[in-house]
């Protein structure tokens, strides 16, 4: 008996490995796959600008990794004593307008070196719905809790978030013409306007990125929001905001995602490199004569994934629980 409607999975041409580094762009939902990622030790970045919704910031984010773009006074925006930008997400502001240019700068750098250097990027589009500074009528990434005053809102079309794309992967191609992109739209719900506008706004994402997988950079589409929409049909799989996946969710299309691109040898080292990530956050309670063991435990563990993949850097987590053993022990 099939109890759900089963959504097939693309084939990848290529396998994700430790020699394989990975850029992810886009919504929350990118964020959540790539730090998985990253916890079991693959070679990621994700979303050095912040969680980014709509595409045409994306898109925005990738040229100037391209370009190697450098900030300046005229790309920081100021209200009320604080500077930010416009074009990352509300954890780029900064009362010092240089401590906030140099951040700026420096993500920038390490963004473009890794862009040069990637295998895959996986793009996760969140809304179709943009605003823009009223000001100039440039599309802003994250209003920053600014009054709506400054902003007008509207939906971009899907025939604009494709045109605008074409020209972001004639970029890329000219920077790293051997990346395999992927497209994937969040399941995340964006419900400000309705439930009708959602999927009115979603539809335009779908019709983009159908679109774009005829470039010859683009390899596929991983269908997050499908699996989501009709395999875990179910509210029991969102989060308590009714929103955003739930983490049974989130783990769930994990399994699908690494089914697809990560070979069997590459997730049983990324399975045990993540429980020993994971232990770090582990907050120990009890006497510390309790902690020891644990400690010892793990770096026995550590230890033995180092000799089975000597390519992993594990020493944040060797100098954590031998600090954590001799802070027990005294």
Known sequence: MELLTGVPLPSATSAITFDTPVMFLGSCFAGEIGYRMASGKLPVMVNPHGTLFNPFSVARALDRFASGYVYSEKDIYLHQNRYMSLD?????????????????????????????????????????????????????????????????????????????????????????????????????????????????????????TEELLGHPLVEGYFPAYEIFMDELRD???????????????????????????????????????ARITRAMAHRLSGSPSEAAPFATAMLERINDLKNRAPFLDLSAEEKYFKELMYNKKS
Not at 147 to 168: D, G, H, M
Not at 238 to 267: C, R
């Open 88 to 208: 990352h997400h509300t954890a780029f502001s900064s009362y010092e307008r240089d401590v906030l240019t140099e951040r700026l700068n420096g993500v920038s750098r390490s963004s473009s070196a890794f862009l040069r250097k990637a295998t895959f990027l996986f793009v996760t589009f969140g809304t179709s719905y943009i605003y823009t500074l009223k000001e100039n009528d440039v599309i802003v990434a994250n209003c920053h809790k600014l009054p709506s005053s400054l902003f007008n809102r509207r939906q971009a079309s899907w025939q604009e978030i494709v045109a605008c794309w074409k020209e972001t992967l004639d970029r890329l191609t000219a920077v790293n013409p051997h990346i395999k992109i992927w497209f994937t739209v969040s399941p995340v719900r964006h419900l400000s306007d309705g439930a009708h506008a959602n999927q009115l706004s979603k539809a335009h994402l779908l019709l983009a």
């Open 235 to 273: 509210y029991r799989y969102y989060a308590p905001d009714m929103v955003h996946p739930s983490e049974t969710a989130i783990n769930y299309i994990w399994e699908k995602f690494s089914s697809v691109f990560l070979p069997g040898h590459v997730q049983r080292v990324w399975n045990e490199a």
